[in-house]
């Protein structure tokens, strides 16, 4: 097992109605905050006027029309000018992980004096951030519970996963209610975004029984919540278990002592979602059993063999390479099965830009030092054989 040095500082607070308690939470940070949220699902749902009701004695200034996928240009920029015009003691964010990973950056840029765009490129490390809330609608991407956010530059196609201890939010409430109204399809993208960040630190060359059997434990649970949640939008249980599921997917507690790995397929991912703007969790079903057959091997073959066998329950007695092939199979069929479009083409990428992207993911990604190495070469087959 690898040395590790681990601490998460965020407070969860879980369930139906914890919402309530906002006014003592936000109380302990100051009078002023930054309310952020998307395009206007908040409001649909009735939140947006429940936080507003609540924090009826709090200063409020907004920040809305945070796009999936959050841009730097306007939302960071706009974020860090009011926190710094109105003098902000916290943000709130409220709504999906696009939301939340934008606030994580303007907490930031706004104790910062120059370009945000230094912090976020790790040109310079921040020194401060501002105080996070949130108050998350959507199970998917755990930002809830990590210090990441992921940020793109549209006019540069970059999309960068900015991380910093600062940027754990201090307080996330959790009420699956209120991801009762999320879409099928963003109900589907979040299961496989959850289930990628649990495949991401699975395939690894040094783990533990202990961490292989919270990722295959992790798996499973999404896979049959998943499915129920989107069977039927308002089980709770389904959603609950799920919510938490994801909100384990990042902040490294599923593969503490482990080797790295490297998350190849969320190095392919973000440069899709970057050219193009696709859904995160359904570029990541894409790529995800494209890049398993892409790295199958002799070396590999054991790691493929044991997440057939305990999360798939694929007979153990079949050759190796049967299971492994099997594994890959049944990754494809349940994302397929959930509805998600497999190939690229169905979400507007076609080859005109293969080999732009791969040189661009070579370059930025570092993946020639994943668990099973990636070359520009390599990324280039998995990307065509994601069409
Ligand atoms: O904008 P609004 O109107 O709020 O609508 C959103 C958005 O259109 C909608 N939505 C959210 N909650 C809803 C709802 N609709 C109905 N009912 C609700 N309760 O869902 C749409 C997608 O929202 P978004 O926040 O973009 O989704 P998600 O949470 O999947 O976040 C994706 C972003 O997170 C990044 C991704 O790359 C992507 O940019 N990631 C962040 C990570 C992190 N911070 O640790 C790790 C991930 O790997 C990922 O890269
Ligand atoms: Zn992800």
């Known amino acids: 097992m690898q040395n590790f040095d681990y601490q998460t500082p965020t407070r969860l607070i879980f369930g139906k109605g914890v919402v309530e308690k906002l006014p003592k939470v936000m109380g302990q940070f100051g009078k002023k ?143 699956p209610t209120y991801t009762f109204t999320v879409s099928k399809k963003q109900t589907a993208a979040g299961i496989a975004d959850a289930m990628n960040h649990t495949i991401e630190q699975y395939f690894v060359e040094d783990s533990t029984l202990l961490n292989d059997g919270f990722c295959e434990s992790m798996l499973r649970s999404l896979m049959v919540n998943g499915r129920k949640c989107i069977e039927n939008p308002n089980d709770y249980t389904a959603r609950a278990e799920m919510m938490l599921a994801c909100t384990y997917g990042c902040n490294g507690i599923l593969s503490l002592g482990n080797t790295m790995s490297g998350w190849p397929c969320h190095g392919i991912e973000h440069a899709l979602s970057a050219y193009y703007d696709i859904t995160h969790g359904e570029g990541l079903a894409i790529i995800t059993p494209r890049w398993m057959r892409h790295i199958l091997n002799e070396r590999t073959l054991p790691r493929f063999v044991k997440y057939g066998i305990n999360v798939f329950g694929i007979d153990s007695s079949l050759d190796e390479y049967t299971i492994a ?38 370059v930025n990604e570092g993946l020639e030092n994943a668990y099973a190495p990636l070359t520009e070469q390599d990324i280039k087959k998995i990307l065509i054989a994601s069409l």
């Open 33 to 175: 905050i930054l309310l952020t949220y998307g395009g206007g699902s908040i409001k649909k749902i009735g939140l947006y006027q429940k936080v507003k009701e609540l924090l009826k004695d709090f200063e409020i200034v907004e920040l809305s029309g945070i796009q999936p996928n959050p841009k730097y240009n306007p939302s960071v920029l706009d974020g860090v000018s009011l926190c710094k015009k109105y003098g902000i003691d916290v943000i709130l964010a409220v709504g999906g992980g696009s939301v939340l990973d934008c606030s994580k950056a303007i907490a930031a840029g706004a104790c910062y004096d120059g370009d945000p765009w230094d912090l976020i490129s790790y040109k310079v490390k921040a020194q401060a951030a501002l105080p996070i809330v949130d108050i998350i609608t959507l199970a998917a991407t755990g930002s809830e519970y990590d210090c990441g956010g992921v940020i793109s530059r549209t006019e540069t196609n970059d999309k960068i996963g900015y991380m910093d201890r600062l940027l754990f939010p201090a307080v996330s409430f959790l009420d």
């Open 325 to 362: 092939e099997k594994a890959i199979e049944a990754t494809y069929n349940f994302f397929e099965t959930i509805g998600i479009p497999m190939h690229l083409r169905e979400v507007g990428i076609d080859e005109s830009r293969i080999d732009e992207m791969a040189h661009h993911i070579a």
